[in-house]
C-alpha cells in the first residue's frame, strides 16, 4: 500500500517529506553560510573604510577586526557542515531511491523479464539517479537559499531607496534568472537529444558486450567499434554545444554581475553624498553585493540543467511503471478490498497453487498469450509443462508468481488471490540453465542464496549434489576463487552449484526452467536424478521442451497456442496421446 503510494507521487516528493528535518537543516545552514560569507564582506568594506581614515588609536577599529574573523571563521565551518550534512542526506535519499528501483526489477530478473534492457537499467541505476541527486545538491537547495536571499537583499535595499530597489531587483532578477531561462529555451532541444543519445549509446555498449563473442566470430568488431565511437562522438558534441552556451550564460551574468556591482558602488557614494549613509558604509554597501550575487547566480545557472532531470525522473518513472505488477482483474480486486487479514501463505508451510480460468493478454498484444487455465498443484508435487516456443510456459509461470495479474480468472496460493505486490519471494526458488556463478569464492557462491548460513549448512549441500569431493580438492577448498564467471566448473557442475543454492535458499516452490538444457546426454541424466532426489519433498514446477524426466512427474501439462491441450501422468499420455508418443519418441529414441 505505502510502496503504491509512493510510486503515485513519483520521485521527488517521498524522499523530500520523508528527510524533510534534515533538508530544512541543509537549507538553514545555506542560508546562514551566505549571511555570514555577506556580513564578512561588509564588516570588512567598513574596516577598509576605517583604517582608512587613520584611527588615533588601533582599539577604534578592534570590533570590526574580531567581527571579521568571527564571520570569515563561521563561514567556512557553515559552508562545510552544510556540505557535510546535504551530502549524507541526498546520499541517503539515493540510496533508498536505487533500492527502490532494484525492488521493482528484482522479480523480472529471476524469470528473464520483460524487454529487459541491461543498458537501460545500468543507465538508470548510475546517471538518472545520479542525475536526482543534482537536483537536490544543485537545483532545489540553492535555488531556494537564493531566493531568500534575493527576497531579504531586496526588501533590506527598499528601506534605504525603494526605486534603486526595484530597479536592481529587476537587473538582478533578470542577471539570474531571466538570461539562465533564455538558454535553457535555446538549448532545451539539445539536452534532450543528448540525453537520449547517451542512454542509447548505454544500450548499444552493453549490448554489444553482451555480444562480443558473435562480434569477435563474425569478424566486425573493428564495425563494432567504429560504431560505437561515432555514436561517442555524436554525443560528445552534442554535450559541447550546450556546454558553449552554458559558458558563453555564464560570461554573460559575470559582466552583469560586475555591472550590478558599479551600480551599487555608485549608489552608495551617492547616498553617502546626500549624507543618508555613512561616508565610511560605501564599500561595505559594494562589497557586500559579492556574495549575494553569486549566491544568486549560482542559484540561477541551476535552471539550466532542468531537462535533464526531467529526462532522468521521466525514463525512472516509465520503467517503474514498465516493470510493476499489471493491474488486477476487478474480481481479484473486489475480493481483496478491505480484507486486511494475514494471506494464509504467509503463516502455512504448504503451499498449494490454482489458476481457475485463467486468461491473460499482454497489454500491447491482440492475441491471448493464455487462456482459461486450469490448475491445482498440490504441496509436494510434481508439475511438468511442455509445449513449444510461445505456448506460454513462461506466462504461467509468472502469473503463479505473481508476477503477472491475470486479464480474467484468477491465481490463488493457499486459497487467497495473488494481489500486488505478490507472495513473498520466500515461497519460490528457481534453477534456470543459465546460473550466474560471481567471481568470488565457492562458498561465498552458494552462500548468497541465504547470507547467514554456516561452513557446515554450505557443506550438507554441497555433499547433496555431489560437489563436496571435487571442492575440497580444489587449491584452496571451499575458499578457492572461482574464476570469471565460473570457468572453473564444467556446465553440469554449474548447474549442481545452483542446485546447492536453491537447496540452501529451503524454499517450498522450486520452479526448474530447462534446468539441464545444453547439456550431453548423460551428464543430464545424472542431473536430473539428483535434482529429483535432493528436491523430492518440494512442489516442482518444471517448464521444458524435453521429455527426460517426465516419468517422474505427477502431471504433464502439454501447452499449444495458451492454451492446455492435453494432460496427465507419463504412462497416461503414452497410452492416449499419439502426438506425445511420437515427441517422447523423438527425444528419446533408444528407450521406446
Ligand atoms: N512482453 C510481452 N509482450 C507481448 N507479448 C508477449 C510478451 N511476452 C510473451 N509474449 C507473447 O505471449 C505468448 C506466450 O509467450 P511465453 O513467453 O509465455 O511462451 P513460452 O512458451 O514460455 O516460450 P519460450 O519457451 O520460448 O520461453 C507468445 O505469443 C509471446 O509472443
Not at 524469470?111 to 543498458?119: A, D, L
Amino acid at each position: 500500500m505505502k510502496r503504491t503510494a509512493t510510486a503515485r507521487e513519483g520521485w521527488l516528493l517521498p524522499y523530500l517529506r520523508k528527510n524533510v528535518l534534515l533538508f530544512s537543516v541543509v537549507f538553514i545552514l545555506g542560508v546562514f553560510a551566505v549571511a555570514c560569507a555577506a556580513a564578512m564582506m561588509y564588516t570588512s568594506g567598513y574596516l577598509i573604510s576605517r583604517s582608512a581614515l587613520k584611527p588615533e588609536n588601533i582599539l577604534m577599529v578592534y570590533v570590526p577586526i574580531v567581527l571579521v574573523r568571527v564571520f570569515g571563521f563561521g563561514k567556512a565551518v557553515l559552508q562545510y557542515t552544510e556540505r557535510l550534512v546535504s551530502h549524507d542526506v541526498v546520499l541517503r535519499v539515493i540510496g533508498q531511491m536505487r533500492e527502490r528501483l532494484y525492488d521493482r526489477l528484482e522479480p523480472h530478473a529471476a524469470t528473464g523479464g520483460r524487454s529487459f534492457q541491461t543498458g537501460t537499467i545500468l543507465g538508470l541505476l548510475a546517471e538518472d539517479i545520479e542525475q536526482l541527486q543534482n537536483m537536490y545538491l544543485r537545483f532545489l537547495l540553492p535555488m531556494l537559499t537564493g531566493l531568500l536571499l534575493f527576497g531579504i537583499g531586496i526588501a533590506l535595499l527598499g528601506r534605504l531607496d525603494t526605486i534603486f530597489a526595484l530597479q536592481m531587483g529587476l537587473y538582478t532578477g533578470f542577471m539570474a534568472f531571466g538570461a539562465p531561462c533564455v538558454v535553457l529555451w535555446r538549448t532545451l532541444g539539445r539536452q534532450v537529444e543528448w540525453k537520449k543519445a547517451r542512454s542509447r549509446s548505454y544500450r548499444k555498449l552493453t549490448d554489444a558486450l553482451f555480444g562480443m563473442t558473435d562480434w569477435k566470430l563474425s569478424g566486425r568488431v573493428s564495425a563494432l567499434v567504429q560504431e560505437l565511437n561515432d555514436r561517442e562522438r555524436a554525443a560528445a558534441q552534442l554535450y559541447r554545444s550546450v556546454q558553449r552556451s552554458e559558458w558563453r550564460l555564464s560570461l554573460l551574468t559575470q559582466v552583469l554581475g560586475g555591472g550590478a556591482i558599479a551600480a551599487f558602488t555608485i549608489w552608495s557614494g551617492g547616498m553617502a553624498t546626500q549624507g543618508r549613509i555613512e561616508a565610511t558604509a560605501i564599500a561595505a554597501y559594494a562589497l557586500v553585493a559579492f556574495p549575494l550575487l553569486d549566491a544568486l547566480i549560482r542559484a540561477g545557472h541551476s535552471v539550466t540543467a532542468l531537462p535533464e532531470y526531467r529526462e532522468s525522473l521521466i525514463r525512472l518513472q516509465d520503467t517503474e511503471q514498465a516493470y510493476s505488477p499489471l493491474a488486477p482483474t476487478k474480481a481479484a480486486t473486489a475480493e481483496s478490498a478491505g480484507s486486511e487479514q494475514t494471506a494464509s501463505w504467509e503463516v502455512e508451510d504448504h503451499y498449494q497453487l490454482e489458476v481457475q480460468d485463467g486468461s491473460f493478454k499482454y497489454p500491447d498484444s491482440q492475441i491471448w498469450a493464455v487462456q482459461n487455465i486450469h490448475l491445482h498443484i498440490a504441496p509436494a508435487s510434481k508439475v511438468a509443462i511442455l509445449g513449444r516456443s510461445g505456448s506460454g510456459k513462461s506466462t504461467i509461470l509468472k502469473l503463479m508468481q505473481g508476477l503477472l495479474h491475470p486479464t480474467s480468472g484468477t491465481v490463488l496460493i493457499n486459497g487467497q488471490p495473488i494481489r500486488s505486490p505478490g507472495p513473498p519471494a520466500h515461497l519460490f526458488s528457481t534453477l534456470n540453465q543459465a546460473p550466474y556463478l560471481f567471481d568470488t569464492t565457492v562458498a561465498n557462491n552458494i552462500r548468497m542464496a541465504k547470507p547467514g548460513a554456516s561452513d557446515a549448512d554450505i557443506q550438507r549441500v554441497t555433499r547433496m549434489v555431489g560437489l563436496h569431493e571435487q571442492i575440497q580438492a580444489l587449491p584452496d577448498g571451499y575458499t578457492t576463487l572461482m574464476q570469471e564467471a565460473g570457468s572453473r566448473f564444467s556446465g553440469g557442475e554449474q548447474r549442481r552449484l545452483a542446485l546447492a543454492r536453491v537447496l540452501l535458499q529451503d524454499h517450498p516452490i522450486v520452479i526448474l526452467d530447462e534446468p539441464a538444457a545444453g547439456l550431453d546426454p548423460w551428464t543430464e541424466q545424472a542431473l536430473i536424478a539428483t535434482i529429483m532426489d535432493v528436491l523430492r519433498h518440494k512442489t516442482l514446477i518444471w517448464v521444458t521442451h524435453h521429455l527426460r524426466g517426465m516419468e517422474q512427474m505427477d502431471e504433464i501439462i502439454f501447452m499449444e497456442q495458451g492454451r492446455i491441450r492435453v494432460r496427465g501422468t507419463h504412462r497416461a499420455l503414452l497410452e492416449s496421446d499419439e502426438r506425445y508418443r511420437s515427441l517422447y519418441r523423438l527425444d528419446r529414441p533408444f528407450s521406446y
